[in-house]
């Protein structure tokens, strides 16, 4: 059995029909380490940091991330609406921008130094890319952009890239 879960069948076993002498051939395991290794409460906490801080959580620095979160949000509103109108977007694009990245990074998140919603060179590549469409459809091709860039971002993450990049 191979630590990643998939057992090794040589030419002696049962599927040496086909099978080259010497070579390996790797199929999943039925014994459930695989599944064991992929819902363990220790994957769940290296994919969801929250579930290692909260524990953890005391309550008097709740105070000062009341005010680090107010502030944030009173910074994070009027950027969403201007960046909005940078890209040719009804504003309440601009706000939602601003606030489901904060609330997903809360779950995600682990770095301090991560920049959250939109910015100007973001607002100005999905304004080229939308301005070309109507003006009826440019939230939908910038909601469709959105959703295409969030899928691609989960499958590198899922497929641990972030460590393959030079620290």
């Not at 959703?147 to 972030?162: A, D, R, S, W």
Request: proline residues 5%; glycine residues 10%.
């Amino acid at each position: 059995m191979h630590d990643d879960g998939f057992k090794a069948l040589s030419d002696e076993d049962e599927y040496e029909a086909d099978i080259e002498e010497g070579a390996v051939i790797r199929q999943p395991c039925s014994c459930g380490i695989c599944m064991k290794k992929c819902c363990s409460v220790k994957t769940a906490k290296r994919r969801l940091p929250i579930l290692q801080w909260l524990p953890r959580y005391n309550l008097h620095w709740a105070h000062g991330d009341i005010i680090a979160g107010l502030t944030v949000g009173l910074t994070v509103i009027p950027q969403g609406l201007a960046y909005a109108s940078v890209a040719n977007l009804p504003l309440e694009y601009g706000l939602y921008s601003a606030f489901v990245g904060c609330f997903v990074y809360c779950f995600l998140g682990t770095s301090k130094d991560i920049t959250l919603g939109p910015t100007a060179i973001m607002s100005l590549m999905v304004g080229q890319y939308c301005y070309s469409e109507s003006a009826d459809f440019r939230g939908a091709y910038a909601i469709v952009l959105s959703l295409m860039c969030g899928c691609t971002q989960l499958l590198m993450g899922m497929l641990n890239l972030g460590k393959a990049a030079p620290p």
